[in-house]
């Protein structure tokens, strides 16, 4: 079948969708009316409690009198703060992936040898199967590499003899084999599409076993492998801050009702992944860079206040940009004063902009981040209070890296592995049931009408 004819809407799909619609709209004030949390929040964004996790925290309240209010955002991974971790492994001039990654997996902070061993371990994993590059990866590249990721993710299930076993050893080897293998799935990949799509140099590196993950990211998707410590370092720090938050974000979620299930690794994974690709979830970053690539050529002067905060009262009123009405890169479902992923950024990526020569492009950054929430509360009615998230940053940071806008979500599943592993070894030690929630129906009672009355 012809691509264009594959790709069709015909006329009559558009009135089948349109009945379609009519069929499935619901009432909003049914949800007010039978007390349903759409979204699984309530109005204040704090999320129905579905579980119990060993894993993460995420808080963005404290109570004070007797009383929850707004607080700086803090972030725990197994009990520790993240800004003790970072600034950990940071002020001892180490990588911190595999480190955090153990203690994600594990529980506790691994010593000098369990580090070696672990790195060692990872870095044996680090190897496709035999041909697998040549008669998957470069056969049928799509131009969005999070559904090349997931495609290689399925197709990995064929080569596992053991794909079906759910025991936790299985499991855990799969899923390191996973947290190792993603680079190269997600690069090798990209690749393949621009050789075969865009016509240009096809480059396929080894990765090199001596490397951390952030270095071989970089020495794998650059031609000629090189990097700076500050490039490396900052990447590993990316990934670290991405790694995990909470059972409760949505694609931590999937990963554990698909779990639930019993099915194989590769299949929750796969479905994370679908999950993690949305614009509301990993795709945010790529609109934050699109959005101030557009911003740098409406606004003259950025460091004017005016006519920047100007701007961002356009993109409110659905009059710039995409007309969305959205400022991306600003807010969260939980956090409102900060999101300590975006302040722990913060002081990385001022570093990098210092040594890319883009100060005036952080500067601008520094005043969006400013007058933003300022903006938004003074057009909108606010159940909490609002700030940059994560994603504020992340998309500058791998724009002066260099790195290609389509690889921006699957950096993130590359992070987000190690999270997603750790939540499905703890839903499967647990032998929990099957998530199931309810749905209340609506829809009445009809009689059945045969064809020659309808």
Not at 199 to 213: N, R
Not at 219 to 242: M, Q
Not at 293 to 315: C, F, I, T
Not at 392 to 409: A, D, N, Q, T
């Amino acid at each position: 079948m012809d691509h264009n004819v594959f790709s069709e809407i015909t006329p009559d799909i558009v009135r089948l969708a349109k009945m379609s619609e009519q069929a499935d709209l619901i009432d909003t004030e049914l949800f007010t009316k039978y007390d349903v949390k759409r979204g699984l929040r309530d109005l204040n964004g704090k999320g129905v409690l579905a579980g119990l996790t060993n894993i993460s925290d995420v808080r963005a309240k404290q109570t004070v009198d007797g009383v929850e209010v707004p607080a700086h955002g803090r972030l725990f991974y197994r009990g520790y703060d993240i800004k003790d971790l970072v600034n950990g492994f940071t002020s001892e001039n180490r990588f911190g992936f595999e480190e955090i990654t153990y203690l994600l997996l594990f529980d506790q902070l691994p010593n000098e040898t369990e580090l070696a061993s672990f790195r060692q371990l990872l870095s044996g994993y680090r190897s496709l199967p035999t041909s697998f590059v040549r008669d998957i990866i470069m056969k049928a590249p799509s131009s969005d590499m999070m559904n090349t990721l997931a495609r290689s993710v399925l197709t990995l299930y064929s080569y596992d003899d053991r794909a079906d076993d759910v025991s936790l050893p299985n499991v855990l080897r799969q899923c390191l084999q996973l947290i190792s293998l993603f680079p190269m799935l997600s690069i090798y990949g990209y690749q393949a599409y621009c050789h075969y799509h865009d016509g240009k140099s096809l480059f396929i590196h080894q990765p090199d076993p001596e490397l951390s993950a952030a270095e071989n990211i970089l020495h794998i998707l650059r031609p000629d492998s090189s990097y700076t410590p500050l490039e490396a370092r900052l990447l590993d720090v990316a990934l670290v801050l991405h790694m995990e938050h909470g059972g409760g974000n949505n694609s931590s979620f999937t990963t554990h009702v698909v779990t639930s299930s019993l099915t194989d690794t590769y299949s929750v994974i796969a479905a994370a992944i679908g999950s993690l690709k949305g614009p509301r979830h990993g795709g945010a970053n790529v609109k934050v860079v699109q959005m101030f690539e557009e911003m740098k050529q409406e606004v003259k002067d950025w460091a004017d206040e005016e006519e920047v905060g100007n701007y961002l009262q356009r993109l409110l009123h659905k009059e710039a940009f995409d007309h969305a009405g959205l400022i991306y890169g600003v807010g969260h479902a939980i956090y409102s004063k900060s999101d300590p992923r975006a302040v722990i950024f913060k002081n990385f990526v001022e570093k990098l902009s210092v040594e890319k020569g883009l100060e005036k492009e952080f500067a601008l950054y520094s005043l969006v981040e400013r007058l933003a929430p300022e903006i938004i509360a003074g057009e909108r009615q606010m159940y909490k209070g609002v700030s940059i998230n994560v994603d504020f940053y992340s998309g500058f940071v791998y724009h002066m890296l260099g790195l290609p806008m389509e690889l921006y979500p699957p950096i993130f599943a590359m992070a987000r592995i190690c999270g997603w592993s750790a939540h499905r070894m703890e839903e499967l030690a647990n032998n929990g049931k099957i998530i199931r929630p309810a749905y209340k129906p609506i829809c009445p009672d009809r009689d059945y009408v045969d064809m020659t009355r309808r």
